[in-house]
């Protein structure tokens, strides 16, 4: 069923495209004035085949291509435009397209390792810096073998990183590290919290994506700084829904969070807390596991068979925090609980919604906690500046863009690799853009199988 709505969506795409000549010219370097143009034909199929394989054509393609361009071009109520669609249709039809096939070679100067080609490079470096394809500057550079060295795909990796196409990767980055389909997939019960709206869902999403953005892309200062900072994003109907002062103009726009405010660092952005909680109450374990998971790198495994039931109070006036010290006490629920919930109260000033609150079943909130190795906290602030501290956020976060960026999952024979990024990471002062340069250079980015094996 894929496939075939696959083909029916590039079929239309196709259909438009080719549609008229001044279309077409927009796509294609040239367009044959007749069904025996084989030269003009040729061009303007390799040079879209190229974009669309991220490498050249080889013969054996460009002559399958240009074959039923102009077999289809020249028979019954065929025209140039048809046989062009038909050629370019097939094309985004074909595995080398709807996949990145990287394959390397061995390189005799690394010992017979495997080392991707300089297109299977230039493929990497766009997925990894622009989430897109390889334009012809990258393209060229790879034609030139310009990157198969450090010092080559460096070159290219800061011209793309002053792209705007880079902005893309990074929210790619940003909805896949915080799970903002969480906030999407968010419901709230509309009794409790009648102000929780589509549209308010999605400035806060905006407001998490412009704040990693800007500090990879246009602060380029200390990433970890983001836990504790005052700086947010917001325009006029986010500042009020915050109690903040509303921007001047229009838009978002970066603001300083005034010192007495509680909405402090990356964890009181509201599409965090809304996105960590449930219709009518905020979850401590949500948001718990999602630090654990996300900030820290700890692995909460799934409830064994005989966890308890979560308790129903039998006293009204009983807090969550209250509840939930309760239900760590089940020696089956202890063992998680123990790592998700002291993280999860220094949230607990905000509610489901990401409103501050200072009160919970009319007794005053406590959101002390403590992180795994000890160090206490009392608040959102206190735990942003102990998370910043804490020796395994940086090493995490450079693990998290590692995988994004090579887009699998770290084994065992990566941890040289990421322990080496982290050393450079903290030597950077914990700029993320660097780690992205340092990254891209690497053996982890540039060869097939680690330098161990």
Same mark, same amino acid.
């Given at each position: 069923m894929?496939?075939?709505?696959?083909?029916?969506?590039? !079929?239309?795409?196709t259909a438009?495209?080719f549609?008229?000549?001044?279309?077409?010219?927009?796509?294609?370097?040239?367009?044959?004035?007749?069904a025996?143009?084989?030269?003009?034909?040729?061009?303007?199929?390799?040079a879209?085949?190229r974009r669309a394989?991220?490498?050249?054509?080889?013969d054996?393609?460009?002559?399958r291509?240009?074959?039923?361009?102009?077999?289809?071009?020249s028979?019954?109520?065929?025209?140039?435009?048809? !046989?062009?669609?038909?050629?370019?249709?097939?094309?985004?039809?074909?595995?080398d397209?709807?996949?990145?096939?990287? @394959? !390397?070679?061995? *390189?005799?100067?690394?010992?017979g390792r495997?080392k991707?080609?300089s297109?299977?490079?230039?493929?990497? @470096?766009a997925?990894?810096l622009?989430?897109g394809?390889?334009?012809?500057? #990258?393209?060229?550079?790879?034609?030139?073998?310009s990157?198969?060295?450090?010092d080559?795909?460096?070159?290219?990796?800061?011209?793309? @990183? *002053?792209?705007?196409?880079?902005h893309?990767?990074?929210?790619?980055?940003?909805?896949?590290?915080?799970?903002?389909?969480? %906030?999407?997939?968010?419901?709230?019960? +509309?009794?409790? =919290? +009648?102000?929780?709206t589509?549209?308010?869902?999605a400035?806060?999403?905006?407001?998490?994506?412009?704040?990693i953005d800007?500090?990879f892309?246009?602060?380029k200062?200390?990433?970890?700084?983001?836990?504790?900072s005052?700086?947010?994003?917001?325009?006029k109907?986010?500042?009020?829904?915050y109690? %903040?002062?509303?921007p001047?103009?229009?838009g978002?726009?970066?603001?300083?969070?005034p010192?007495?405010?509680?909405r402090?660092?990356l964890?009181?952005?509201?599409?965090?807390?809304a996105?960590y909680?449930?219709p009518?109450?905020?979850?401590?374990?949500?948001?718990?596991?999602f630090?654990?998971?996300?900030?820290?790198?700890i692995t909460i495994?799934? +409830?064994?068979?005989?966890a308890?039931?979560?308790?129903?109070?039998?006293?009204?006036n009983?807090?969550?925090?209250?509840?939930?010290?309760?239900?760590?006490s089940?020696? *089956?629920?202890?063992?998680?609980?123990?790592?998700?919930?002291?993280?999860?109260?220094?949230?607990e000033?905000?509610?489901s919604a990401?409103?501050?609150?200072t009160?919970?079943?009319?007794? +005053?909130?406590?959101?002390s906690?403590?992180l795994?190795?000890?160090?206490?906290f009392?608040?959102?602030?206190?735990?942003?500046?102990?998370l910043?501290?804490?020796?395994i956020?940086?090493?995490?976060?450079? *693990?998290?863009?590692?995988?994004?960026a090579?887009?699998?999952?770290?084994?065992?024979?990566?941890?040289?690799?990421?322990?080496d990024?982290?050393?450079?990471?903290?030597t950077?002062?914990?700029?993320?853009?660097q #780690? @992205?340069?340092?990254?891209?250079?690497?053996?982890?980015?540039? =060869?097939v199988?680690?330098?161990?094996?």
């Amino acid at each position: 069923m894929g496939v075939g709505l696959y083909e029916t969506a590039t !079929g239309a795409a196709t259909a438009y495209a080719f549609g008229d000549a001044t279309k077409a010219a927009a796509l294609l370097p040239c367009i044959p004035q007749s069904a025996t143009d084989t030269a003009c034909m040729t061009q303007a199929l390799q040079a879209f085949g190229r974009r669309a394989f991220r490498r050249p054509l080889t013969d054996a393609e460009t002559t399958r291509y240009v074959k039923l361009g102009t077999d289809i071009a020249s028979g019954d109520g065929g025209t140039v435009l048809i !046989g062009l669609r038909y050629a370019v249709w097939a094309i985004l039809q074909t595995p080398d397209f709807l996949y990145r096939v990287e @394959l !390397g070679a061995p *390189s005799a100067a690394d010992g017979g390792r495997l080392k991707y080609t300089s297109y299977e490079v230039g493929s990497r @470096l766009a997925g990894a810096l622009w989430n897109g394809s390889p334009d012809d500057a #990258l393209l060229d550079a790879a034609a030139a073998d310009s990157l198969s060295t450090p010092d080559g795909i460096r070159t290219q990796a800061q011209r793309m @990183l *002053s792209d705007p196409k880079a902005h893309r990767a990074v929210l790619a980055f940003t909805d896949d590290m915080y799970g903002l389909q969480n %906030l999407d997939q968010a419901t709230k019960d +509309p009794a409790y =919290f +009648p102000n929780f709206t589509d549209a308010l869902k999605a400035d806060m999403r905006t407001e998490l994506e412009q704040r990693i953005d800007d500090m990879f892309l246009t602060t380029k200062g200390d990433f970890l700084s983001l836990y504790d900072s005052k700086s947010t994003f917001v325009n006029k109907e986010l500042a009020t829904y915050y109690g %903040l002062p509303a921007p001047s103009g229009d838009g978002f726009q970066k603001v300083q969070v005034p010192d007495d405010s509680p909405r402090v660092g990356l964890l009181g952005a509201g599409a965090i807390l809304a996105a960590y909680a449930l219709p009518q109450r905020n979850s401590t374990t949500k948001r718990g596991k999602f630090l654990a998971n996300t900030v820290l790198c700890i692995t909460i495994p799934p +409830p064994p068979g005989n966890a308890g039931v979560f308790p129903a109070s039998p006293d009204p006036n009983e807090t969550l925090r209250q509840i939930m010290i309760a239900h760590r006490s089940s020696p *089956s629920c202890s063992s998680c609980h123990g790592i998700m919930d002291p993280l999860g109260f220094g949230m607990e000033n905000f509610d489901s919604a990401g409103m501050y609150r200072t009160m919970d079943k009319a007794q +005053p909130i406590d959101a002390s906690g403590t992180l795994s190795d000890g160090t206490a906290f009392n608040g959102l602030a206190q735990l942003g500046s102990a998370l910043r501290k804490e020796a395994i956020a940086g090493p995490c976060f450079v *693990s998290k863009v590692y995988e994004n960026a090579l887009g699998r999952q770290a084994i065992a024979a990566d941890d040289g690799a990421v322990n080496d990024l982290a050393g450079q990471f903290a030597t950077s002062q914990n700029h993320a853009d660097q #780690l @992205l340069l340092d990254l891209v250079a690497s053996d982890s980015f540039r =060869f097939v199988t680690p330098k161990s094996q």
